[in-house]
């Protein structure tokens, strides 16, 4: 069982930046950072694999994200900028045991509670 703890989450204005802290109790294959809008879907946006550093990002956020992370701590962060009001959401950072894909729920075994992102115009 891996627990995961989300923070960093917060109320900004467009064009704003934030980071998220996504911190591991124990070793996972990758980490992945979903969201969920009001009435939709959720949505995987971001993942790092953790053994080798590589990293995927979606189209809607590509350009805009960065993951880096901190072996020692067992955490991940993500570097959020120019956010904009539809980056609103819960954003949730998920932990997988095996390859599969970065952005299926269905792919990974372990969620947070999630840290809710509002960003106002």
């Known amino acids: ?4 703890t ?8 467009t064009g704003g930046s934030l980071v998220l802290s996504c911190t591991a109790s124990g070793y996972a294959y990758k ?11 959720r949505e995987g946006i971001a993942g790092i694999y953790t053994e080798t550093g590589n990293t995927r990002f979606s189209d809607p956020v590509k350009g ?3 993951i880096s992370r901190d072996t020692a701590k067992n955490t991940v962060f993500l570097q959020m900028f120019n956010l904009q009001p539809e980056d609103t959401a819960m954003y949730y950072c998920a932990a997988g045991k095996r390859r599969g894909t970065m952005f299926s729920e269905l792919d990974f075994d372990y969620w947070g509670k999630g840290t809710q992102v509002t960003v106002s115009s």
Request: aromatic share 8%.
């Open 64 to 66: 805009r994200v960065s």
């Open 6 to 13: 989300e923070s960093g989450g917060g109320s900004v204005q």
């Open 1 to 4: 069982q891996v627990q995961l």
């Open 31 to 41: 980490i992945g950072w979903f969201r969920q809008a009001p009435a939709k879907a």
